[in-house]
């Protein structure tokens, strides 16, 4: 062996320590959630350190969680409301690293139109113009409120992104399983953490008002839910339609708040009877969803629903077009062996395309029952 040949196996010896150790020190996703989720609890006091920790195996706290305002059905841990600035910073940087940068956004943007909701008249935007800012006549706000909110220009204590609570079942951990919860109105994270894996089912996200303006800007936190749903529609043809729109009308979500080990039928059309690029769609589609956890997990679920793409049914109820730029009036639901998401517009009151509520679950695992149970 000459001098070069010595020389060069040295360099991969070195290139490989230096690589190994660069692995070792490479932080996971879950160990990032989890650092995070010690720098949130080392902010809080005893007494809020308590409140915010829950059993892992603690049923009826990891079954709290609602669309409905947090007056009206309570939830546990504590609200930013109660938090300092520290600890609120910390502790949606905990909600974030948790999640993928569109899902934070998501979240951020459902947040703010909660305040939005706070300071409209009688908490509820009615119609407005087409392609307009929320206006009209007022609505009774969520499903469960009646003859609506304070008088004009009074805010409620009903809404507003301080109203969002955070919770820890379990002790945070990159081996043994804990979950994080977090949510107010119309927003429910539910993400369990199982070494690795990272589960968001059951989770509720929706928006009211599902259109607004902000510094200029055009909001729609559920805007790829509403416009890539219709497009996949549009793609069908007649006797596609016919099997995908189902004959009678749907209000709301089947499976929402609840409604834990329910089932359902799957009905409509089955995704074996689309072609290649409506089936890329319907994946597309429902990565509005899978794709709010953090990028890595993201892939893996999305990995998953492409496996059971044409075990995977495509439902809709309701009219079959939307206003450019404005969120559709009509429910769909999508099935498959590993999942169950419905969108539903809320018809109480008001413009439906102002009021969204959707669901996410996996029937086999909702809050990592599949994967802690083994």
Not at 120 to 132: A, E, K
């Amino acid at each position: 062996m000459n001098i070069f040949s010595t020389k060069a196996i040295r360099v991969v010896a070195v290139l490989a320590v230096v690589c190994s150790s660069a692995a070792a020190t490479t932080p996971t996703a879950t160990s990032r959630i989890v650092t995070a989720a010690h720098t949130f609890l080392s902010t809080l006091n005893e007494s809020q350190r308590q409140r915010v920790l829950y059993a892992f195996d603690d049923e009826t706290q990891r079954a709290r969680w609602s669309n409905l305002p947090t007056s009206m059905v309570p939830r546990g841990g504590i609200s930013l409301k109660e938090m300092n600035a520290a600890q609120r910073s910390a502790a949606l940087a905990l909600v974030a690293s948790a999640l993928s940068p569109r899902g934070f956004e998501k979240v951020e943007q459902i947040m703010e139109g909660d305040e939005v909701l706070k300071s409209l008249p009688d908490n509820g935007p009615g119609p407005g113009p087409p392609g307009g800012p929320p206006g009209g006549p007022p609505n009774g706000g969520s499903p469960g409120q009646r003859g609506g909110g304070p008088p004009l220009g009074q805010q409620s204590p009903m809404f507003g992104r301080d109203l969002y609570y955070i919770s820890i079942l379990g002790k945070p951990s990159e081996r043994d399983p804990w979950m994080l919860q977090f949510g107010g109105h119309h927003l429910a994270l539910n993400i369990t953490i199982a070494g690795e894996r990272g589960i968001l089912t059951p989770t509720l996200t929706g928006a009211q008002p599902a259109l607004y303006t902000i510094g200029g800007k055009t909001v729609r936190p559920l805007g790829g839910e509403s416009d890539k749903a219709l497009a996949l529609l549009n793609t069908l043809d007649g006797n596609q339609r016919k099997q995908a729109i189902l004959s009678y009308r749907l209000a709301d979500l089947v499976l929402g708040p609840g409604q834990d080990g329910k089932t359902i039928v799957p009905e409509g059309l089955k995704a074996s009877a689309m072609n290649e690029r409506q089936r890329a769609m319907l994946l597309d589609l429902m990565s509005e969803w899978s794709g709010i956890i953090h990028e890595s997990e993201a892939a893996a679920r999305l990995g998953e629903l492409k496996a059971d793409i044409n075990e995977t049914w495509f439902a809709w109820s309701g009219p079959t077009t939307a206003l450019p730029g404005r969120n559709i009036t009509a429910y769909y639901r999508i099935q498959g062996p590993h999942v169950v998401i419905e969108y539903a517009p809320q018809t109480l009151g008001g413009d439906p395309s102002m009021h969204v509520h959707t669901m996410y679950r996996d029937p086999t695992n909702d809050y990592g029952r599949g994967l802690t149970a083994k």
